[in-house]
């Protein structure tokens, strides 16, 4: 008979803990499923020839490109309501705090990423033994302060309608004039391998005279700047957006009654992207499985890839998992007095989404999910904080962009001085800072980085090829930095959100406009 209970029992607890964590273990299958059976199909799918080989992976990764817009579809509402939602129903000396906090340990935490990553690759030097490649320099088109001028312009849109659809970015026309310069020498020392450089040299004439002079005609190419301006980048402008719904809510907080019909619309479109959000979940395994799956079998040469950049995988690798295991959740337990592997084992569908689609902003709407669902964080917190935090604290990028700046000067036999590290630090939280919550968007901002201090911007071919896997796992970390966050700033606000709470019942705001509110969150 005890038997038998037992047996009941366990048995009960499996169900219980199935059907709690199904959708945590359906993402985790078809994140492990998607590897391997991208590897396995990875030597089929290259012998066959073009256009079976593009058609194929279409196919294969369809499922996840259909995840993938579902879930850019939502973003935008999801941002601005959550924002406009969050401050509009938060004391402005509450939301004052809890923002001064939140961007304090923002930075912060970017701050000690960066400093990890230059502190590994320069114990490490995975760059050195590297055969070092001939490079031609070029200097960079922008300037790190235009960059961060736009970072700064983006910020105020000129048009909020336009702002859903486009980014100002700045563009700096280059005009080439190429001209015809004959060159007469000596001929009769050189050596073959002299000859050769010369021919390889722009020439595109040579005569041999009879008096053992040569002549060879070569262009010549200068470039010059036409002007700078700025241009349109097809991509939402999501800190402008930002901004926006922060001074609308702030505006509408202090409008009071007057401003509750707009308020109780936005709360009820919150509760509608809910809902869509709970839908989209259940199918996120089918489509993170068929992203990991297709770009396993489109990668040509998964074993040279990985084996010739083994170190530097290894050195990334190593920094993200030491600040992801140990620095972030050392913090959390350090301000919160609790066990912080309890709270990383509610995010992991949101990090397995992470790794999934490279998208931190894409991975919003299942983080916003773990939070208040898994970890019973405040909605006024994660409904505020988030959204900003997917924008800027990027902790897994800046990390990475310090390491591959420093990685790509040994490479190339380059030693920087302390100053130089310095340089790469800071300029690696910056540019971080100015990413896009978008896959690769840390490769675009490392070309700040390169220019800071002089190194090739060609060099970032080197670790291209690898940057699909990296950008997978330092998303996760970016996610997971978020989500620590918003636990600690809960935490350091426990007191001024109760003190808020209990305001509003004494003045009798209750279960009417602001029950609404909650409720929808």
């Known amino acids: 008979m005890t038997s038998l209970h037992s047996n009941s029992l366990c048995s009960s607890k499996i169900k219980k803990f199935l059907k709690k964590n199904l959708l945590v273990l359906l993402i985790i299958f078809s994140a492990f499923t998607g590897v391997l059976v991208g590897v396995y199909i990875n030597g089929p799918i290259q012998k066959l020839k073009q256009p079976d080989q593009y058609t194929a992976l279409i196919i294969l990764g369809f499922p996840g490109e259909i995840l993938i817009r579902t879930l850019k579809m939502i973003i935008l509402p999801l941002i601005t309501c959550s924002l406009i939602v969050g401050l509009s129903t938060l004391d402005n000396r509450v939301s004052g705090k809890i923002g001064g906090r939140a961007v304090v340990y923002y930075l912060s935490t970017t701050v000690l990423a960066a400093l990890l990553g230059v502190a590994l690759v320069a114990v490490i030097k995975p760059g050195k033994g590297m055969a070092h490649p001939e490079i031609k320099t070029q200097q960079d088109l922008v300037r790190p302060l235009d960059s961060f001028m736009d970072l700064i312009r983006n910020m105020f849109p000129s048009n909020i309608f336009r702002a859903c659809l486009e980014q100002d970015k700045t563009l700096i026309q280059i005009g080439y004039e190429v001209t015809k310069q004959n060159i007469t020498f000596d001929a009769t020392n050189l050596t073959n391998k002299e000859i050769n450089e010369m021919l390889s040299n722009n020439t595109i004439s040579l005569q041999i005279n ?196 420093i990685f790509i000067a040994q490479s190339v036999g380059r030693t920087l001085t302390f100053g130089e590290y310095a340089a790469i630090s800071f300029t690696s939280v910056l540019a971080s800072i100015g990413a896009a919550a978008i896959p690769h968007a840390g490769l675009v901002t490392m070309l700040i980085v390169l220019d800071t201090v002089g190194l090739p911007s060609d060099m970032i071919a080197l670790i291209f090829s690898v940057d699909w896997f990296l950008d997978r796992i330092r998303t996760m970390i970016n996610v997971l930095g978020d989500a620590y966050g918003a636990g600690i700033v809960e935490h350091l606000s426990e007191q001024d959100l109760n003190v808020e709470y209990s305001e509003e019942k004494d003045i009798g705001i209750d279960n009417e406009v602001d029950g609404t509110m909650v409720s929808s969150f």
Not at 301 to 320: C, D, K, Y
Not at 331 to 358: H, Q
Not at 362 to 370: D, E, G, Q, S, V
């Open 210 to 405: 009879q008096n053992g002079n040569s002549t060879y005609t070569k262009n010549i190419v200068r470039s010059y700047k036409i002007g700078k301006g700025l241009a349109s980048n097809p991509a939402t402008n999501y800190l402008g957006l930002i901004v926006f719904s922060i001074i609308v809510g702030k505006i509408a907080n202090g409008l009071g009654k007057e401003a509750e019909p707009f308020i109780k619309f936005i709360c009820a479109f919150n509760a509608i992207i809910a809902k869509m959000v709970s839908g989209i979940m259940w199918i996120s395994p089918i489509g993170i499985g068929s992203l990991i799956l297709a770009k396993f079998a489109e990668m040509s040469q998964v074993n040279e890839t990985f084996s010739s950049l083994a170190l530097f995988i290894g050195t990334v690798l190593a920094a993200l998992l030491i600040h992801g295991i140990i620095v972030l959740p050392l913090i959390y337990f350090v301000v919160c007095k609790k066990n912080p592997y309890s709270y990383l084992k509610g995010m992991l569908s949101a990090m397995a989404t992470a790794f999934g689609t490279a998208s931190s902003a894409a991975t919003l709407p299942i983080t916003f999910r773990c939070l208040e669902d898994n970890l019973n964080v405040d909605k006024r917190i994660t409904r505020f904080i988030l959204p900003i935090g997917t924008t800027i604290n990027m902790d897994g990028t800046a990390l990475y962009e310090a390491i591959s700046a």
